[in-house]
């Protein structure tokens, strides 16, 4: 019957993994064996990079759009063709259903009739500023025919002026008879009132043309206002042209109807509340996207653009291949997730919202350190490593990460005492000597048997243990099958 204990060493400083092995005594006493040289210890170094990894989750699939149809005003269905029903394909722009709402009909063409009215105001209004401009102008001619009349009337007083002057002079020397002289003077006041006429006749004109001027300003006024009424009257029309259009319901994508709740000759009614029904429900399905709840650890290594593999398992798991389109960035604060969104294109129709599926997320973890699974021993729940250093080794706890093609990424030392094995009266670790915590390469040590991933302790009677650096090859020659080293350099 054999004895077994197993060694693995673990060394640092740079953290390294060391597996040992020696032979296995039976439980006679060996006979001597002549000294050889001691075993090579094997170590292995771990090893630093990035780890691929994979993190695979639940996920469900859904219609990349989907959308539930009302109606914006009150009526009758009038019309619905009979190919508009459940797995029906339609195309964006066909139409669905016709609602009858005759009085927005006469309404709309009440409002058609008042945009011709506006129209006509407008053009009468424009027709009336070219009147008030041509009176304008005119104006503006009166007062220069005004202004010459007084320069004519002004100079015929200065000729008749001069004339009355000389005529006195000639009258006071007797060689003018008074007659002629008089008839001179009438010429002079009838030029001086021609003038005075003149200059009334410029106020006059004056006068005119402020007026037409302000007619002509009233009247492009004028235009304004009824281009404005224009306006109105048609976005009046155009809002009632716009209920109107609602009365028939559109495709609003290529995609299939998948619910149809109304029937021709139903009245239905614009919705109110979050309990309104649709008519129609139409959904998009040349895409789909892929759900899937990300737990909080593995939440940081999920990148847009990463690769994911979705398998369905209606489709006996099938695989389809995509990307990470998106994801919401923060977590759902019940749940501790990160949503995580796959956009896969559905040519073919074969995916379907709502299908349960199995999401595999390919993510990176980068600066970590792995060694071989095979390094690393449990005890009561708790990975050890057995770490080596100045020629000493002892069972040390520590912290796993990620596993990955037979190596284990340790995360951090753990502080605190090694775990006792149940039923032994366990040593202290890092003391020579002593089990099961601890062992010595130059002092005694117990046998490694074939068994992986079990720590044996010793008998505390029976055979003398072979000193291990001297007698671990001697014991290996003596029974070769029973001696496997734990771990290899390179893994």
Known sequence: MYRLIRTVLFLSPAVLALAVAAGCA?????????????????VVYPEAGTLNLSVEQPGRLEAFEETPLYSKIAGYVKKMPPRIDIGYRVK??????????????????????????????VENARKALEAAKANYDKAVA??????????????????????????????????????????????????????????????????AKTESAAQRDQAASAVNVAAARLKVAESDRDRSAALLSYATIKAPFDGVITQRLVNTGHYVQAPSGATATPL???????????FVDVPEADAPLVRDGGDAVVRVQSLRDEEFRGTVTRSSFTLD?????????????????????????????????????????????????????????????????????????????????????????RGGRGRQPGRPGRRPGGATLTKRAGRVGPVWGMVREGPRRGPRPVPFVKDARRAARREPNTVKWLARPGG
């Open 333 to 421: 604060s019940r749940t501790r997730t990160l949503r995580t969104e796959i956009d896969l294109k559905n040519a073919d129709g074969r995916l379907r919202p709502g299908q349960y599926v199995n999401v595999r997320l390919g993510v990176e973890r980068s600066g970590t350190r792995t060694v071989p699974a095979t390094a690393v021993l449990v005890r009561d729940d708790q990975p050890l490593v057995v770490l080596g250093a100045d020629g000493k080794a002892a069972f040390t706890p520590v912290k796993l990460g990620a596993r990955r093609g037979g190596r284990v990424e340790v995360v951090a030392k753990r502080t605190g005492a090694v775990p006792r094995r």
């Open 280 to 290: 129609l429900v139409v959904t998009r399905t040349d895409v789909v996207r892929v």
């Open 26 to 42: 039976r439980n006679e006493a060996a006979p001597p064996a002549p000294a050889d040289e001691p075993p090579a210890v094997k």
């Open 92 to 121: 964006e722009g066909d139409t669905l259903i016709e609602l009858e709402v005759p009085e927005l009909v006469a309404e709309v063409r009440q409002k058609e009739a008042t945009v011709v009215q506006a129209t006509a105001e």
């Open 142 to 207: 009166s007062l220069k025919h005004a202004e010459a009349g007084k320069t004519r009337a002004e100079a015929r007083y200065v000729r008749w002026k001069a004339e009355d002057d000389r005529n006195q002079a000639l009258r006071s020397r007797g060689s003018l008879d008074d007659r002629t002289a008089e008839e001179a003077r009438d010429q002079l006041r009838s030029s001086e009132a021609a003038r005075d006429e003149a200059v009334a006749a410029i106020e006059l004109a004056e006068a």
